[in-house]
């Protein structure tokens, strides 16, 4: 697997995924370090009609956001930008230990070890995110 990090082959404009409304407002400058957990999506995501919740709890910029749901219009599914994600689980509806948490009501986000998230992915977060990369409208797809 190789390193990949924004602006090399793998961002070109068709690698890129549009960052839409609804999405999360709140500070960029709280990642300080690389987290140890991110939080991932998975298929039980139904976009929660278009307000999700989870959104809401998000305290990072342009963190978490909708992306239209191609095969089911127009519907669409919450994504989660990992090069942001300070790994907070405010979004999840399982904190750390199992605690509940007042995030997503359908169990659609998982909190993954980063290490475990980037070896799957064959990418390598940076430590703290590019000052030039925030307020961006487009996440290259590796970071979804």
């Known amino acids: ?5 924004p602006g090399h082959s793998h961002d070109g404009p068709e690698n890129q995924v549009r960052k839409l409304e609804p999405m999360s407002h709140g500070r960029t400058d709280l990642r300080k370090r690389k ?3 991110v939080a991932v999506i998975n298929d039980y ?4 009609a278009g307000a999700p919740v989870c959104i809401v709890y998000c305290p990072v910029d342009m963190c ?13 599914k ?9 790994g907070c689980a405010k979004c999840a509806t399982k904190g750390p230990d199992g605690i509940f948490l007042d995030g997503c009501p359908w169990d659609a986000i ?3 070890a980063t290490g475990e998230w980037e ?3 064959g990418v390598a977060l940076r430590e703290i995110p590019d000052p030039s990369d925030n307020g961006s409208e487009f ?3 590796i970071y979804v």
Do not use: N
């Open 1 to 5: 697997m190789d390193s990949v990090t």
């Open 35 to 37: 987290p140890r957990t």
């Open 45 to 48: 995501c139904t976009g929660c």
């Open 64 to 76: 978490m956001f909708w992306v239209p749901d191609d095969t089911h219009p127009p519907f669409g």
């Open 78 to 86: 919450v994504q989660v930008d990992k090069s942001t994600c300070i």
């Open 110 to 112: 998982e909190m993954v």
């Open 119 to 121: 070896a799957k992915r």
């Open 139 to 141: 996440v290259p797809e």
